[in-house]
């Protein structure tokens, strides 16, 4: 192996035609002691983990609230609409953005429109105009679609591939953490306030505060190739690629099986991410919604953490049998939720609540409901990510398998949203959520068979070569 390069299975881009040596991660021994911590995976994880925090997390901490805390949802929901219109655009541009300026700079890029998206939420807030607004959509969904671009790359193609499931796990942790402060910021300003309307004008400037940090922290992170493996590898990512082979490899991917069978997945997980703050701001009081946004992270997070679980620590010894049991989970999950949410919003549009927790008969039900929503987001999300991390190894293709999914994700929310800003029955809206999940069903099953499918080539790699072998060129298609 003298002269050779040691790194992990897939781990190479399809741009490095050289000689290397591929182990499969669980035939190296880990010798963490030589790897910097700084430089570490870990570490990476952490850093994006405090960013989706800052940025994109206390942005979901303002429409966890319902809409924005604003007391009309219409305004708001036409604002997102714009954004993740603009989103849709740069997401897909992602992968030429990090290609001129490397992965640290985009994602301190990226986190540049949030805190102007909040400002304008401040000044509507407290002043009632809206023209900032707009412009603070407009801002934040050019720059977060660079954010969401190459945060996804990050999560899912830094990590060793037995750490995925956890570390993706950590990185919607630290993004639900944003709900978690933010939440708990709102319920102390607002706990008293048991009617419907907007919420207190101060929340936002603790909001504002947070966002700004997110670009300083960005530029804690390494580039893919200063990052070091737990085997003490590192990960190449090639740069200078010209913008026609850019295009060249996105439409070689986006004509590809995975991406094809995870499309409804993705476009159905940003689909309904504008119903649940909708039906928040349209039954609950102030103080309520401020209790979902901070439960709504509690419930995320442990969502997350279960999903990532169940698919890395070996509760089964094999992992095409932890993939199938975590898949039939969810559907089951999502499917009871959705039939019992349609239920629900069928009783509402006619009797047209107010819910307060001082009633908690009526109010424990439509708040269940609410959980339970936030409890099957929170585990689809995960497996999602977790299926693209396991489509490539390669820094190159996964950030272009983020870009392009993420993109019909944002394009999925940007409909999303305008249908509910038009404004849109929930009942309507509750009713597609339902035939789209159904709809979705059988693709996201056969995507992870294709995962379960790779899990079988590289046993049976493993069990030809002993964990190594030497090849001269390279390939990534999933």
């Not at 319920?187 to 940090?213: D, E, K, M, P, W």
């Not at 928040?280 to 990532?308: D, N, Q």
Request: charged content about 15%.
């Amino acid at each position: 192996m003298s002269g050779e390069a040691v790194v992990a299975k897939g781990e190479l881009d399809t741009a490095t035609p050289k000689s290397i040596t591929i182990a499969n991660a669980d035939s190296i021994s880990s010798d963490s002691s030589h790897v910097s911590f700084y430089r570490s995976t870990l570490f990476q994880i952490l850093v994006v983990g405090i960013c989706a925090f800052s940025a994109p997390g206390i942005w979901s901490a303002m429409n966890g609230l319902g809409v924005g805390g604003s007391q009309s949802p219409d305004l708001v929901n036409a604002a997102n609409a714009l954004l993740y219109a603009f989103m849709t655009v740069t997401c897909f541009a992602g992968p030429w953005l990090t290609n001129v300026i490397g992965f640290r700079w985009t994602l301190s890029l990226g986190t540049l429109g949030y805190p102007l998206y909040a400002a304008g939420l401040y000044v509507n807030n407290r002043f009632g105009s809206t023209w900032l607004v707009y412009v603070g959509a407009v801002t934040c969904g050019i720059s977060a679609g660079f954010f969401w671009s190459v945060e996804g790359a990050i999560a899912t193609g830094y990590p060793e591939q037995h750490k995925r499931g956890r570390y993706i796990a950590t990185w919607f942790t630290f993004r639900n953490f944003g709900n978690v402060i933010g939440g708990a910021i709102s319920l102390g300003l607002n706990h008293s306030v048991n009617h419907r309307g907007q919420v207190g004008y101060q929340t936002y400037l603790g909001f504002i505060a947070i966002q700004c940090l997110g670009c300083l922290f960005a530029l804690l992170l390494s580039n893919p190739e200063k990052v070091q493996r737990d085997d003490g590898t590192r990960i190449e990512a090639p740069r200078g690629i010209t913008w026609r082979t850019e295009l060249r490899e996105m439409w070689r991917l986006l004509r590809s099986k995975s991406i094809l069978l995870l499309t409804p997945l993705f476009w159905y997980f940003g689909w309904i991410q504008a119903y649940p703050g909708t039906y928040l701001a349209t039954y609950f009081t102030v103080r309520s919604r401020a209790l979902g946004s901070f439960m709504s992270a509690i419930v995320g997070t442990f969502a997350t953490w279960l999903g990532g679980t169940l698919v890395d620590i070996p509760w089964a010894k094999k992992r095409q049998t932890r993939a199938i049991s975590t898949y039939v989970l969810i559907a089951m999950l999502n499917s009871a939720t959705w039939i019992w949410a349609v239920i629900v919003q069928n009783e509402y549009r006619s009797t047209l609540p107010i819910l307060d927790w001082g009633d908690q008969a009526a109010f424990g039900r439509g708040f269940g409901v609410y959980m339970f929503e936030r409890l099957s987001l929170g585990m689809v999300e995960n497996y999602i990510y977790w299926c693209i991390s396991n489509l490539s190894d390669s820094p190159g293709d996964q950030i272009r398998y983020s870009s392009l999914l993420r993109g019909i994700e944002t394009a999925g929310v940007a409909l999303g949203f305008g249908v509910q800003a038009v404004p849109t029955a929930l009942i309507a809206t509750a009713s597609i959520n339902l035939s789209l999940w159904f709809f979705a069903l059988p693709f996201s099953y056969y995507a992870t068979l294709r995962v379960v499918r790779k899990f079988n080539e590289l046993d049976k790699e493993r069990g030809e070569t002993g964990g190594v072998r030497t090849i001269s060129q390279t390939s990534t298609q999933a």
